[in-house]
């Protein structure tokens, strides 16, 4: 698990590397963003199943003035409480969303996305509806955010909706 946490820190900062190598100028129409994020599971099945989950997040915003049309995909992996005999949980969204801008400067903002996420352990290899409520702060290039996240869980035993709240911090880049 330590090595799986090295590698997601370091995909974390190639990410963040790439997007601050290229040179791009904000703008007012389309944005890029990378962030790491942590998650902590609150629904109690989840909770009691998986402990903190890290990951990683990109996408591209389509917009002017105060909102934005987002599209985010990411990786998130849950790590197994020792009573989980389902194994390590992966967690691969892709959603599409709404970003709008409260407050003049573009300084806080809140969000929503919805899609599908692809779930894996060793119960069950699915896609299920997922989605995101959250609110962040801009200070220039750099984002911190809060959102409420998750995906309906698979299965007749195990039916109901697993959630999170996560932490998020990256970058963004106006092209």
């Known amino acids: 698990?330590?090595?799986?946490?090295l590698q997601l820190a370091a995909l974390g900062l190639c990410?963040?590397?790439l997007l601050s190598s290229t040179?791009?100028?904000?703008?007012?129409l389309i944005f890029l963003f990378g962030h790491a994020l942590y998650a902590a599971p609150v629904d109690n099945y989840f909770k009691h199943n998986y402990n903190s989950g890290l990951g990683v997040e990109g996408g591209l915003g389509l917009g002017s003035g105060k909102t934005f049309f987002i599209a985010t995909l990411g990786y998130t992996a849950f790590s197994s409480s020792s009573s989980n005999s389902?194994?390590?949980l992966?967690?691969?969204p892709f959603k599409i969303g709404i970003r709008h801008y409260i407050l003049p400067g573009k300084l806080l903002f809140i969000k929503a996305d919805a899609g599908l996420g692809y779930v894996k352990n060793y119960l069950f290899n699915t896609s299920s509806f997922s989605a995101d409520l959250?609110?962040?702060?801009k200070l220039g290039h750099f984002e911190v955010m809060a959102d409420y996240d998750g995906f309906t869980r698979p299965g007749a035993e195990t039916s109901g909706y697993s959630s999170w709240i996560g932490l998020k911090a990256g970058f963004e880049f106006g092209l």
Request: net charge positive.
């Open 1 to 5: 698990m330590k090595k799986f946490r």
């Open 15 to 17: 990410i963040i590397g």
């Open 23 to 28: 040179g791009l100028h904000a703008q007012k």
């Open 86 to 88: 389902n194994g390590q």
């Open 90 to 92: 992966t967690y691969v």
């Open 134 to 137: 959250g609110v962040g702060v």
